[in-house]
């Protein structure tokens, strides 16, 4: 417990730190309706699983698996969505398609489809978030020789308000983010 948090081992030798809010994993979340917040885990063989359940009343009991398998991916939430973009799939992917892909996983429903446009640049280990109803794609690991840190000095931004015109790319500062990746991402039950 530090600052407020409380730390979950994932099971694949690494863990995922949560505001104490959270409830333990073996609660039952559908039943308190306080419960905002769930999680939910990727495992290497793509099982996706929550390890806190939203609201069984709003959310779907049993999330489809990932296939294939992907990892070094950006994850994020976005509304009753998990949006999955970049990372390297587990099968011959000789085109690089994943690293330009996105995945999103509906939360209602547990099913998966690909997002029709793909990214510019391969992301492997991005970051993610959304501003303004847009999904930012950050930086993801490059071989530039001219890279300082073998981070991307990009990020690709997707409009949900204007779907068609796909993905944008931006210069941002050169940093060292796409170091850390994540399989865990944490769902705010609305």
């Known amino acids: 417990n530090h600052c407020g948090l409380r730390t979950f081992s994932t099971g694949l030798g690494s863990s995922v730190s949560v505001p104490e809010s959270l409830p333990n994993s073996t609660s039952d979340p559908s039943q308190d309706e306080e419960n905002h917040l769930g999680l939910i885990t990727i495992s290497k063989s793509g099982i996706v699983d929550w390890d806190i359940r939203c609201p069984k009343n709003k959310y779907s009991f ?3 698996n990932l296939h294939p398998a992907i990892k070094y991916y950006g994850v994020m ?3 009753g969505e998990a949006w999955f ?3 390297i799939a587990s099968r011959n992917d000789e085109k690089h398609d994943q690293s330009k892909t996105c995945w999103i996983l509906n939360m209602w429903d547990g099913q ?6 793909k990214m510019e640049h ?4 991005p970051q993610m978030f959304v501003k303004d109803n847009k999904v930012i794609v950050r930086s993801g690991t490059t071989s530039d020789i001219h890279s300082k840190t073998g981070c991307r000095a990009t990020q690709e931004v997707y409009d949900r308000e204007n779907p068609t015109l796909g993905w944008s790319t931006e210069d941002i500062e050169e940093n060292n983010i796409c170091t850390r990746s994540s399989q865990n991402v944490i769902i705010n039950c609305q």
């Open 62 to 64: 049993s999330l489809s």
């Open 77 to 79: 939430q976005v509304g």
């Open 85 to 87: 973009c970049g990372g």
């Open 112 to 117: 998966w489809r690909a997002l029709d446009h």
């Open 122 to 125: 391969p992301r492997i280990k």
